[in-house]
Structure formats: C-alpha cells, structure tokens
C-alpha cells in the first residue's frame, strides 16, 4: 500500500544518498563535516547527509509528484536545484565543493539521481498491494 510505497522511495533515496556522497567525497570533490575516513580513500559521510536524502525521497510522491513520468525535466531540474543546495550548505559550512569540478559532479549526481528517484517511486507504486489490515498491524 501507500506505507510500503513510501518506505520503498525514502529507502532508495537513503542508499543513493549514502553511496553518491561515499563517491564524491573520496574522488575528493567535496568534503563534508564529521565525514569518517574508512579504508585508505574512501570517505563515509555523516548520517545527517543520506537522512536528508531520505528527506528528499519523501517528497517524491508529493509536492515532486507531478514530476511523474517527466524524467528529462527531472533531470534538468536535479542537476539545476542540486547544486544550490550544496552551495547554501557551504556557505553555512557544511561542506566544501572543490572547484568547478566538484560543483559539475553535484550536478550529475542530482540529475542522475532525481530521476531514478522517481522511477523507483513509480515502480513501487505499480507493484504494491494493499496488505490485510492484520497484516499491517
């Protein structure tokens, strides 16, 4: 139903979030505050990060909802939003995008995931089914 539709689009966008923010910040285009060091490169960012990812993958079937199906516009509209995001969280020193390059990988990395959101949105849609209620319970 609705409920496991939503889990399905807030749990995607968590893990996309967890694993384009890994990327980016151990190609060491952007650092992050209270980013962990695993391993001899790669970077594991902080939870606020992928949580507000999730954030974003909740509204997908909402106030995004007319998005729908228009995955080009997704895509223009993540790689254009995205970044601006990212600029707000550096000028409150959240983090810091490393050059032109870095803002470029925000870009892709919003405009590849805006629209894969939204597919797994619609996905999840087409194949839930309503659960008995003592089911839910």
Known sequence: ??????????????AIGLSAETVIASAKLMQIGGSHAIG???????????????????????????LAGRYKLAAIM?????PFAYASAEHLGAVRIEGPLGLFAISAMYALATPAMLAIAQHAQRNTTSLPAEVVR
């Open 40 to 66: 001899g490169t790669a970077v594991l960012p902080p939870l606020w990060l992928p949580v507000l990812w999730a954030g974003l993958g909740a509204t997908i079937n909402h106030s995004l909802g007319w």
């Open 78 to 82: 993540g790689a254009l939003a995205g």
């Open 1 to 14: 139903g609705v409920r496991g539709r939503e889990l399905a689009t807030v749990g995607f966008a968590f």
